[in-house]
């Protein structure tokens, strides 16, 4: 069944990652897809290796913190 790969800056909370992969399994529960079936795979990748408009997001997004 589906499998999902969610990729986000290093630093989301538990919190954070709780809700995106409960919120991902209930998209696919509402199209009928048991959400035993629903596998979430949450990636994190260091700001420094995220390049956002040909710079790296740690400069272009600085002000920007993960929830």
């Known amino acids: ?10 630093g989301f909370s538990e919190e954070a990652k709780r809700k995106v992969i409960k919120g991902i399994t209930e998209v696919f529960s509402r199209m009928g897809v048991p959400a035993e079936a629903v ?14 408009g040909g710079e790296p997001a740690s400069e272009k ?3 920007v913190k993960p929830p």
């Open 39 to 52: 596998e979430v795979l949450i990636h994190e990748v260091p700001k420094e290796g995220w390049g956002v």
């Open 1 to 10: 069944m589906p499998v999902v790969h969610v990729y986000v800056w290093t």
């Open 61 to 63: 997004l600085k002000h």
